[in-house]
């Protein structure tokens, strides 16, 4: 289709969406974790300034929708926007996904979780203790929340798998995971590289740094990853300082893009060269926004290493066009596929091989 067809699609389907009412497509646990129902909530200044965005910029969002390699890839980005112009109450992204199967996974987990030893970590509350989560041959134990064993070791986020395409980690591999959290996509990564293959978790905070070392040592990881105390970027900034958290809202959504003057920041391509790391298999981003400097920061360790990419895409407003088009320009032999993971906006991963 054209450029003109694929705006004409877009609100075509607006139209016959708008009529719609979704049930079961409002996640409680994500948007009413302080008690506050918003399920039958529309945001209308939302979801203005999102059809402002895409009406401004539909050639931009035609320009990647062309660059995806496969029809589901494709069928997913418009069922996308059509979820950030219109909401949960009229769209569903993926017929798979309910709320009452995230409910049912939650509340299976919640059976077998224990108190954890890390309390009021963030505005999210205590952690929770999970033992014995089967995954990929091991016998896992971690310190986290329901929402990461779920996207790391049942829905296997950040990685790809279908009809004859993989994007995933592989025995041997050097991975990168950016944006290391409490350390689940890192044990999870570590469990597909296994003893020959190596984990480089970047996070710069301290109060996470310290569960990822104690989910590392609890699954005797310590060979496999090895925790680097920065946040990745465009430049390297303050890198012998540590980050401190007083006075900061610290949360699984914190961001470094307001803070570069107190954050330790590196560049991929300076950190490859300083390690002199020989090969790059694998990049995982997830930096609540600063995937796009991240990634003008990699620039020749991609060109040099040729990895394979999995790039959250949906922090920003602009990530969806601005993030693909950017790796197509620089990387022009690299294929595109999208894949999302959530009832919700968040957790778009933008795959490239």
Do not use: W
């Not at 965005?53 to 062309?66: A, D």
């Not at 954890?116 to 310190?143: A, M, R, V």
Request: glycine residues 4%; proline residues 3%.
């Amino acid at each position: 289709m054209n450029n003109n067809e694929f705006v004409h699609t877009i609100m075509d389907r607006f139209y016959e969406h708008i009529h719609n009412y979704e049930k079961n497509n409002y996640d409680e646990y994500r948007y009413s974790f302080d008690k506050i129902d918003r399920s039958i909530f529309f945001d209308m200044n939302k979801h203005r300034k999102y059809f402002d965005y895409f009406i401004n910029n539909h050639s931009f969002f035609y320009k990647t929708y062309n660059l995806l390699s496969d029809l589901e890839s494709k069928n997913l980005f418009i069922q996308l926007i059509l979820f950030r112009l219109l909401g949960h109450l009229h769209v569903r992204i993926k017929n798979e996904y309910n709320s009452i199967v995230e409910s049912a996974n939650r509340n299976a987990l919640t059976k077998i979780s224990k108190p954890s030893q890390f309390t009021n970590i963030d505005k999210y509350g205590n952690l929770f203790h999970f033992p014995n989560i089967q995954y990929n041959g091991h016998n896992i134990s971690l310190d986290c929340r329901h929402v990461n064993i779920i996207s790391s070791f049942l829905k296997k986020q950040y990685r790809l798998h279908r009809s004859s395409i993989t994007v995933t980690p592989n025995a041997g591999d050097i991975v990168l995971d950016c944006g290391g959290c409490f350390g689940d996509t890192a044990i999870s990564f570590a469990c597909d590289v296994k003893n020959n293959g190596k984990i480089l978790v970047f996070e710069p905070l301290p109060s996470y740094i310290n569960i990822i070392k104690h989910n590392i040592l609890q699954n005797n990881f310590s060979n496999r990853i090895k925790i680097c105390p920065y946040a990745v970027g465009r430049k390297t900034l303050n890198i012998n300082s540590t980050f401190i958290e007083e006075n900061i809202e610290i949360s699984p959504g914190f961001s470094t893009v307001e803070m570069t003057d107190k954050v330790p920041i590196i560049s991929i391509d300076d950190f490859v060269e300083n390690e002199q790391i020989k090969k790059i298999n694998f990049i995982k981003m997830d930096i609540e926004g600063s995937e796009l400097d991240a990634l003008k920061g990699a620039q020749k360790t991609i060109t040099r290493h040729k990895p394979k990419l999995a790039i959250s895409l949906y922090h920003k407003i602009e990530d969806f066009i601005k993030i693909p088009i950017y790796i197509s320009q620089q990387h022009p032999k690299y294929n595109f596929y999208i894949d999302h993971y959530t009832i919700h906006d968040e957790e778009t991963v933008l795959y490239c091989i």
